[in-house]
Nanobody
Framework: VQLQASGGGLVQAGGSLRLSCAAS????????IGWFRQAPGKERDFVAA????????YYPDSVQGRFTISRDNAKNTVYLQMNSLKPEDTAVYYC????????????????????WGQGTQVTVSS
C-alpha cells in the first residue's frame, strides 16, 4: 500500500488543522493506521493510532483530548483532526500502515508499521 499525507501548514497556537492520509490499493481495510511526528533533532514520536475495522483508537497523553484520528475505509483515507495546537506540536507528521490480524488492534511503535507516507510539515507559531 502507498500512503500520501497532506494537510499540513502554518497555524497559530490554539488553532486547528486536519491532516489526511490517502492510501492506494484495495486492501486498505486490512491495515491499522498510525500517525507519528518528528521534530528537528528529535526522535519520531507516536501521535495516534486506529484499528483496521472497529475504529478502536489510542493516543499518548501529549495529544489526548486535542487530537482525533478517524478513518473512512470507503475512501481509503485516515484523518487526524488536531485542535488546540501548541508550538510543541511543530513537526513533520507521518502516517503509517501496519498489517493487522485483529479488528481492534492498534500499534504504538514505529517498527510495527510496514508502510510509511512521505510526511507533511505542521508549524505552530506562538
Amino acid at each position: 500500500v502507498q500512503l500520501q499525507a497532506s494537510g499540513g501548514g502554518l497555524v497559530q497556537a490554539g488553532g486547528s488543522l486536519r491532516l489526511s492520509c490517502a492510501a492506494s490499493g484495495r486492501t486498505f481495510s486490512s491495515y491499522a493506521i498510525g500517525w507519528f511526528r518528528q521534530a528537528p533533532g528529535k526522535e519520531r514520536d507516536f501521535v495516534a493510532a486506529i484499528s483496521k475495522i472497529n475504529r478502536s483508537t489510542y493516543y499518548p497523553d501529549s495529544v489526548q483530548g486535542r487530537f482525533t484520528i478517524s478513518r473512512d475505509n470507503a475512501k481509503n483515507t485516515v484523518y487526524l483532526q488536531m485542535n488546540s495546537l501548541k508550538p510543541e506540536d511543530t513537526a513533520v507528521y507521518y502516517c503509517a500502515a501496519a498489517r493487522s490480524t485483529y479488528a481492534s488492534s492498534w500499534f504504538v511503535n514505529a517498527y510495527e508499521y510496514d508502510y510509511w507516507g512521505q510526511g507533511t510539515q505542521v508549524t505552530v507559531s506562538s
